[in-house]
């Protein structure tokens, strides 16, 4: 007994030293093939209007963002843009400008997607490019509220999308999905297929449909429609895929993922889903919602982006840790690279963490993570373990592997306390490899890149200047800009505002609501277009506009909006509406339940008036043309103390907007 007792504690101590002061290895080969193709790392922009601000940015500043987020070997270094096909609706932080507003109407100078597609491909020829809609104008529904209401009707109109981006901007469109995060159609993918392959567009490959099961069933039910999907998009996979998916065989993506708050907790959600996405799931391209926070914080998911940069009237932006753990595998393997198989370079680390391996044939990169799983900020929950403890890793390097004798070390360590910054992609020394192997030690919440490639750069310029609140006074009369673009500052809410020509030269360039049918939504339209700008937590303000309104029109201005996004539908405020039939209303609401105050005013379709909104003191006061007429006390109205101004229009009817002036 006293024997046995003994060699169970020795062998014990032993396992316990054994385990303490050795490493846990790990094969890295290519003996026996490889995994699945790498397609890269892409940004989101839109779903919806998540870049609005950016545009408006001065340079130097707008360009180091760009480089910040697409420059090759300086940060993120983004290999995938996948953008919004706008559609006129809301689609989370605003809406974004169709192609179409209407049937016999086209035009691809609209919004700034087109831009920042260019500017991307200007960075980095290789980028692939991906286009999606959200919301479509309301003529494509004809009568419904969906995009299949006539299938052919709808590809045509996505495929002229892509057509335009060849036509008008040299932009060649890879990808291209169905219906963000709504239901699919048989029929209208295989036609979209169809005649994609017939416009001489075979290389515009299909994404298809965010819902993993039904579009997976779906694959192993229709050999045709298996063919026509190039790759299962899937949103928010907590980095996990089902057996039924994979077994379709084909190439899986996670098209949208993160959504996080881009501090150093978020930069740890990001690392880790970006390595366990193929680890658990076998995707093999990851996009962040969304690439760049260029909207206000006061709008839904403030600043769940790989950068923030919203702020275009001090220049100031915001490199986040979510560029630099990017970096790690962007800036050392390249799409068409190829993961090592899972248990050859791919897998989940004993004690907590994982790592992946790609290789180009001849280069190899390992990129190592190690997050901790206590913080339940990150979208989705993971798969376990969900402890990570400090540990000594070895690597033992096969196959073709074998010779390679050094490689590079880029390492980051995030930290959460806020005691110490995190320590974000540094060079360290280059790693010996002896007989093929090499150990190293990894503590929790660390990322380390070891690779032959001699690239990587830690991209940096001076900083950009400090943060400043909207600037006030305000005004702009709209004639500095190109047509079709949107006005600075202005974030439309439902509806769109484009520059246009009034063709009276008293007005020049003015602001036009151009969304003259009810959208076919992704969420629930506004009633009412409306347009939002300046500071959420201003109490007073000072607010005028130039207004021309056609017959059975009207405009608004309001105040204190208290919820942008898909909220604005319900959205409290104080607003001011003026309509054609020379009568006013003011409600507390965008969906005009109560009506606060009514009479009659002096205004003709056709001609221009001015409008004002004073509030101070908890007094609104509202005139036309100079003339006072209302003023009310807000106390009792359930008007909120702060919000958003707002130009609008009561309903979606053309109207135009000049010499806006806030104080
Ligand atoms: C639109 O709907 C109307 C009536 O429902 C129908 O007659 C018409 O053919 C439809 N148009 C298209 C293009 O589908
Ligand atoms: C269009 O883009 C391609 C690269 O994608 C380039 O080679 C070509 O020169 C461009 N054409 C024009 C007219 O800019
Ligand atoms: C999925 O497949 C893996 C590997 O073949 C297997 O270990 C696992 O049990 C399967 N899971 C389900 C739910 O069938
Ligand atoms: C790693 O190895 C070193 C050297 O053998 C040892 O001192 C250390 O305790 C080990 N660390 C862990 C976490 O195992
Ligand atoms: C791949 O390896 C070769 C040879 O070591 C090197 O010259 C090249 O820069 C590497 N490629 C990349 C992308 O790092
Ligand atoms: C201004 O003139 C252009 C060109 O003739 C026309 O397309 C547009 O509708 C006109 N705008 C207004 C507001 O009359
Ligand atoms: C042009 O605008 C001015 C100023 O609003 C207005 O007085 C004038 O009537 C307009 N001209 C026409 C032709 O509408
Ligand atoms: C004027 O138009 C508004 C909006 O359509 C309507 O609510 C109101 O009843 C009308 N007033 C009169 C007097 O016709």
Not at 633 to 652: H, M, R, S, W
């Given at each position: 007994m006293g024997k046995t007792r003994l060699q169970i504690l020795f062998f014990g101590l032993l396992f316990e030293f054994i385990s303490r002061h050795s490493a846990l290895s790990y094969v890295v080969s290519d003996v026996g093939g490889l995994g699945r193709r790498y397609d890269g790392i892409g940004g989101l922009s839109?779903?919806?209007?998540?870049?609005?601000?950016?545009?408006?940015?001065?340079?130097p500043y707008r360009s180091e963002i760009l480089d910040y987020l697409f420059k090759p070997n300086f940060?993120?270094?983004?290999?995938l843009l996948k953008v919004e096909i706008g559609g006129?609706?809301?689609?989370?932080?605003g809406t974004e400008s169709s192609h179409?507003?209407?049937?016999?109407d086209e035009n691809?100078?609209?919004?700034y997607e087109w831009w920042l597609m260019k500017e991307a491909k200007k960075r980095n020829p290789n980028i692939k490019l991906y286009g999606l809609p959200w919301a479509f104008p309301g003529w494509i529904g004809n009568g419904t509220q969906?995009?299949?209401?006539n299938i052919d009707v709808t590809v045509d109109y996505i495929i002229r999308w892509i057509q335009g981006a060849k036509t008008h901007?040299?932009?060649?469109?890879d990808y291209i999905g169905i219906w963000n995060e709504r239901p699919f159609n048989l029929p209208y993918i295989k036609l979209l297929r169809k005649t994609l392959d017939q416009r001489?567009?075979?290389?515009?490959l299909i994404v298809a449909a965010d819902n993993l099961e039904l579009i997976s069933i779906a694959i192993h039910n229709d050999r045709e429609l298996a063919k026509d999907v190039a790759v299962i998009g899937v949103h928010y996979p907590g980095t996990t895929v089902t057996n039924y998916t994979l077994e379709t065989g084909k190439t899986i993506w996670s098209s949208e993922d993160f959504s996080t708050f881009n501090d150093d907790i978020g930069a740890g959600c990001w690392a880790r889903i970006l390595n366990q996405n193929y680890v658990?799931?076998?995707?093999t391209c990851t996009i962040s919602?969304?690439?760049?926070?260029?909207?206000?914080?006061?709008?839904?998911?403030?600043?769940?982006?790989l950068m923030t940069a919203n702020e275009p009237w001090s220049g100031y932006y915001d490199v986040t840790d979510t560029i630099w753990v990017t970096a790690h595998t962007t800036q050392f393997s390249q799409p068409g690279w190829m993961y090592l198989r899972h248990g050859a370079g791919v897998q989940h680390l004993d004690k907590g963490g994982s790592f992946v391996s790609l290789t180009d044939g001849t280069n190899l990169t390992i990129i190592v993570e190690t997050m901790t799983?206590?913080?339940?900020?990150?979208i989705r929950p993971y798969l376990p373990p969900y402890d990570v403890a400090a540990q000594n890793v070895t690597f033992n390097l096969q196959g073709s592997?074998?010779?390679?004798s050094t490689l590079n070390v880029w390492s980051s360590k995030l930290r959460f306390d806020g005691q110490q910054p995190s320590s974000m992609f540094v060079k360290k020394k280059p790693i010996k490899v002896v007989k093929g192997s090499f150990t190293f030690t990894i503590g929790p919440d660390e990322i380390y890149t070891f690779t032959t490639s001699v690239m990587g750069r830690k991209g940096s310029y001076q900083a950009p200047p400090p943060s400043k609140p909207f600037p006030l006074p305000y005004s702009d009369n709209f004639d500095n800009y190109p047509l079709y673009s949107e006005a600075s500052n202005f974030a439309d809410q439902a509806g769109v505002w484009e520059i246009r020509d009034s063709n009276n030269s008293s007005h020049k360039y003015v602001m036009e609501q151009v969304v003259t049918d009810y959208p076919v939504y992704w969420c629930e339209a506004a009633r009412s277009p409306v347009s939002v700008i300046g500071?959420?937590?201003?109490?007073d303000i000072n607010v005028a506009v130039d207004v021309i309104i056609g017959a059975n029109g009207g405009a608004f201005l309001a105040h204190r909006i208290k919820s942008g996004g898909c909220q604005v539908r319900h959205s409290l405020g104080l607003f001011f509406m003026v309509y054609s039939n020379a009568t006013f209303s003011v409600y507390n609401g965008i969906d005009r339940q109560v009506c606060l105050s009514t009479g009659k005013v002096n205004v003709n379709p056709g001609s221009w008036f001015n409008m004002q909104l004073l509030i101070k003191d908890n007094e609104a006061s509202g005139f036309v043309g100079g003339k006072l007429l209302f003023s009310l006390?807000?106390?009792?109205?359930?008007?909120?103390n702060i919000g958003f101004v707002a130009i609008g229009t009561p309903d979606y009817t053309w109207a135009q907007f000049d010499n806006f002036k806030l104080e």
């Amino acid at each position: 007994m006293g024997k046995t007792r003994l060699q169970i504690l020795f062998f014990g101590l032993l396992f316990e030293f054994i385990s303490r002061h050795s490493a846990l290895s790990y094969v890295v080969s290519d003996v026996g093939g490889l995994g699945r193709r790498y397609d890269g790392i892409g940004g989101l922009s839109g779903g919806g209007a998540t870049s609005r601000l950016l545009v408006n940015y001065l340079e130097p500043y707008r360009s180091e963002i760009l480089d910040y987020l697409f420059k090759p070997n300086f940060g993120a270094s983004l290999t995938l843009l996948k953008v919004e096909i706008g559609g006129d609706s809301q689609s989370t932080d605003g809406t974004e400008s169709s192609h179409m507003h209407t049937s016999d109407d086209e035009n691809y100078q609209r919004g700034y997607e087109w831009w920042l597609m260019k500017e991307a491909k200007k960075r980095n020829p290789n980028i692939k490019l991906y286009g999606l809609p959200w919301a479509f104008p309301g003529w494509i529904g004809n009568g419904t509220q969906s995009p299949y209401a006539n299938i052919d009707v709808t590809v045509d109109y996505i495929i002229r999308w892509i057509q335009g981006a060849k036509t008008h901007h040299n932009l060649t469109i890879d990808y291209i999905g169905i219906w963000n995060e709504r239901p699919f159609n048989l029929p209208y993918i295989k036609l979209l297929r169809k005649t994609l392959d017939q416009r001489g567009l075979k290389g515009t490959l299909i994404v298809a449909a965010d819902n993993l099961e039904l579009i997976s069933i779906a694959i192993h039910n229709d050999r045709e429609l298996a063919k026509d999907v190039a790759v299962i998009g899937v949103h928010y996979p907590g980095t996990t895929v089902t057996n039924y998916t994979l077994e379709t065989g084909k190439t899986i993506w996670s098209s949208e993922d993160f959504s996080t708050f881009n501090d150093d907790i978020g930069a740890g959600c990001w690392a880790r889903i970006l390595n366990q996405n193929y680890v658990n799931g076998m995707m093999t391209c990851t996009i962040s919602w969304n690439l760049v926070a260029s909207y206000y914080d006061a709008l839904p998911y403030k600043r769940t982006a790989l950068m923030t940069a919203n702020e275009p009237w001090s220049g100031y932006y915001d490199v986040t840790d979510t560029i630099w753990v990017t970096a790690h595998t962007t800036q050392f393997s390249q799409p068409g690279w190829m993961y090592l198989r899972h248990g050859a370079g791919v897998q989940h680390l004993d004690k907590g963490g994982s790592f992946v391996s790609l290789t180009d044939g001849t280069n190899l990169t390992i990129i190592v993570e190690t997050m901790t799983h206590d913080h339940s900020v990150c979208i989705r929950p993971y798969l376990p373990p969900y402890d990570v403890a400090a540990q000594n890793v070895t690597f033992n390097l096969q196959g073709s592997f074998a010779k390679i004798s050094t490689l590079n070390v880029w390492s980051s360590k995030l930290r959460f306390d806020g005691q110490q910054p995190s320590s974000m992609f540094v060079k360290k020394k280059p790693i010996k490899v002896v007989k093929g192997s090499f150990t190293f030690t990894i503590g929790p919440d660390e990322i380390y890149t070891f690779t032959t490639s001699v690239m990587g750069r830690k991209g940096s310029y001076q900083a950009p200047p400090p943060s400043k609140p909207f600037p006030l006074p305000y005004s702009d009369n709209f004639d500095n800009y190109p047509l079709y673009s949107e006005a600075s500052n202005f974030a439309d809410q439902a509806g769109v505002w484009e520059i246009r020509d009034s063709n009276n030269s008293s007005h020049k360039y003015v602001m036009e609501q151009v969304v003259t049918d009810y959208p076919v939504y992704w969420c629930e339209a506004a009633r009412s277009p409306v347009s939002v700008i300046g500071k959420h937590s201003w109490r007073d303000i000072n607010v005028a506009v130039d207004v021309i309104i056609g017959a059975n029109g009207g405009a608004f201005l309001a105040h204190r909006i208290k919820s942008g996004g898909c909220q604005v539908r319900h959205s409290l405020g104080l607003f001011f509406m003026v309509y054609s039939n020379a009568t006013f209303s003011v409600y507390n609401g965008i969906d005009r339940q109560v009506c606060l105050s009514t009479g009659k005013v002096n205004v003709n379709p056709g001609s221009w008036f001015n409008m004002q909104l004073l509030i101070k003191d908890n007094e609104a006061s509202g005139f036309v043309g100079g003339k006072l007429l209302f003023s009310l006390q807000l106390e009792k109205d359930g008007i909120p103390n702060i919000g958003f101004v707002a130009i609008g229009t009561p309903d979606y009817t053309w109207a135009q907007f000049d010499n806006f002036k806030l104080e």
